[in-house]
């Protein structure tokens, strides 16, 4: 007999609809619903992609009993609601990052999580691109010794975006920088979690940016211990006043070589060989593509292309070619056949890294525990 097909309803359309064809020709999904408030918007992504089930009221879609997954894309304030009605519906959830913007909230998500016994992941494009599976893979492979130390960095200007960023706190949207430092020292069965993290706040935004959520920081700088190891991260977020190219970018410093993603965008990783001479200790190295840990039809969505030079291939997709990747993921979960990664316990500990250093740069740099749930 055939293997079940996931039918996945995906909630926001705006950067969601990106996963609409990968979910489409993925063989273990059909890809069922589509769901926006906006009715005009609904139907001109249902009649693109061809999809004819529609809903504006998100509670309404939970009451489909043949929706078995929900893949939500809405804005931030919604993450957290969504998930956990999701959750009580009998719905696997996938959710865009950040979990939530409160301890309690990511404390109510695991709860949800483990009395529906549903699958619910975050869906964190960065542990997903292929810089970092190949900064991955060098670690496991033990190119790069023993890990000493990590920095994440994610650094955006979210000037003239709506409703609820004008002023939001840099580390409350902290898991693209924090998550490699976290993922990459992980196992299967065994996440590596944040235990403390210590934060400063630098700078000062434009008062008028201040009064929405009380914070004044420009730039956020915080370290977290990782629990039961002698490793330690750093990461840096900024979203308003601070003059810099975008970027999500991590560093991974070993005992016998080290691993830096990138300072401008369209750069190549270097790689830090220890024991060459001075001049040739740094290189400049091709990441390979890794479409081929995918299911065939949808490898063609990390945006590979061949590279005669090369003789790789070498990703151009979105995110780092993390999308098709993500979708696998959730699906595999769904279907009962690997761990999701992350889980909700982890999606947990990565986003209250963030959380929980604001509270820190909010007391002038005091240590905070996080929770482990």
Same mark, same amino acid.
């Given at each position: 007999?055939?293997?079940?097909?996931?039918?996945?309803?995906?909630?926001?359309?705006?950067?969601?609809?990106?996963?609409?064809?990968?979910?489409?020709?993925?063989?273990?999904?059909?890809?069922y619903?589509?769901?926006?408030?906006?009715?005009?918007e609904?139907?001109?992504?249902?009649?693109?992609?061809?999809?004819?089930?529609?809903?504006?009221?998100?509670?309404?879609?939970?009451?489909?009993?043949?929706?078995d997954a929900?893949?939500?894309?809405?804005?931030?304030?919604d993450h957290?609601?969504?998930?956990? %009605?999701?959750? $009580?519906?009998?719905?696997?959830?996938?959710?865009?990052?950040?979990?939530?913007?409160?301890?309690? =909230?990511? *404390? &109510?998500?695991v709860?949800?999580?483990?009395?529906s016994?549903k699958?619910?992941?975050?869906?964190?494009?960065?542990?997903?691109?292929?810089?970092?599976?190949?900064?991955?893979?060098?670690y496991?492979?033990?190119?790069?010794?023993?890990?000493?130390?990590?920095?994440?960095?994610?650094?955006?200007?979210?000037?003239g975006?709506?409703?609820y960023?004008?002023?939001?706190?840099?580390?409350?949207?902290?898991?693209?920088?924090?998550?490699?430092?976290?993922?990459?020292?992980?196992?299967?069965?065994?996440?590596?979690?944040?235990?403390?993290?210590?934060?400063?706040?630098?700078g000062?935004i434009?008062?008028?940016?201040?009064?929405?959520?009380?914070?004044?920081?420009?730039?956020?700088? %915080?370290?977290? $211990?990782?629990?039961?190891?002698?490793?330690?991260?750093?990461?840096?977020?900024?979203?308003?006043? =601070?003059? *810099? &190219?975008?970027?999500?970018?991590?560093d991974?410093?070993g005992?016998?070589?080290?691993?830096?993603?990138?300072?401008?965008?369209?750069?190549?990783?270097?790689?830090?060989?220890?024991?060459?001479?001075?001049g040739?200790?740094?290189?400049?190295?091709?990441?390979?593509?890794?479409?081929?840990?995918?299911?065939?039809?949808?490898?063609?969505?990390?945006?590979a292309?061949?590279?005669?030079?090369?003789?790789?291939f070498?990703?151009?997709?979105?995110?780092?070619?993390?999308?098709?990747?993500?979708?696998?993921?959730?699906?595999?979960?769904?279907?009962?056949?690997?761990?999701?990664?992350?889980d909700?316990?982890?999606?947990?500990?990565?986003?209250?890294v963030?959380?929980?250093?604001?509270?820190?740069?909010?007391?002038?740099?005091?240590?905070?525990?996080?929770?482990?749930?």
């Amino acid at each position: 007999m055939p293997s079940k097909r996931i039918r996945v309803a995906i909630v926001g359309l705006g950067f969601g609809a990106e996963f609409i064809p990968i979910y489409q020709a993925h063989p273990d999904a059909e890809m069922y619903a589509v769901c926006r408030r906006n009715r005009r918007e609904l139907d001109s992504c249902g009649d693109r992609f061809g999809i004819k089930t529609r809903y504006t009221d998100f509670n309404e879609l939970l009451r489909d009993p043949n929706v078995d997954a929900v893949h939500i894309n809405s804005p931030i304030p919604d993450h957290a609601p969504q998930s956990l %009605a999701a959750l $009580k519906a009998g719905k696997h959830v996938a959710c865009t990052v950040p979990m939530g913007t409160s301890v309690e =909230v990511c *404390r &109510q998500l695991v709860d949800a999580q483990r009395r529906s016994g549903k699958v619910y992941t975050m869906m964190e494009t960065v542990v997903y691109s292929r810089e970092y599976l190949f900064a991955k893979e060098l670690y496991d492979r033990g190119v790069l010794g023993r890990i000493q130390f990590l920095r994440g960095s994610h650094q955006q200007d979210m000037d003239g975006w709506p409703d609820y960023w004008p002023g939001l706190p840099p580390m409350w949207y902290a898991t693209h920088c924090v998550s490699p430092c976290l993922a990459i020292l992980s196992q299967p069965g065994k996440p590596a979690l944040a235990e403390f993290v210590s934060c400063y706040g630098s700078g000062r935004i434009r008062e008028e940016l201040i009064k929405r959520y009380n914070s004044p920081f420009a730039v956020e700088t %915080a370290t977290f $211990k990782v629990k039961d190891s002698d490793v330690a991260a750093e990461v840096t977020r900024s979203l308003f006043d =601070v003059a *810099r &190219q975008y970027r999500e970018s991590f560093d991974v410093t070993g005992s016998r070589a080290s691993f830096e993603w990138q300072q401008v965008e369209g750069e190549d990783p270097v790689i830090h060989f220890k024991g060459l001479p001075e001049g040739q200790i740094p290189r400049r190295v091709k990441v390979p593509d890794y479409a081929g840990r995918l299911p065939d039809p949808i490898r063609k969505f990390t945006g590979a292309i061949h590279d005669a030079t090369h003789l790789s291939f070498v990703q151009g997709g979105g995110h780092g070619g993390s999308h098709p990747h993500l979708a696998h993921n959730f699906l595999c979960a769904c279907l009962d056949r690997q761990p999701a990664f992350p889980d909700a316990p982890t999606s947990a500990n990565w986003t209250m890294v963030g959380i929980c250093a604001h509270q820190s740069a909010l007391k002038g740099g005091d240590k905070v525990l996080l929770p482990q749930f």
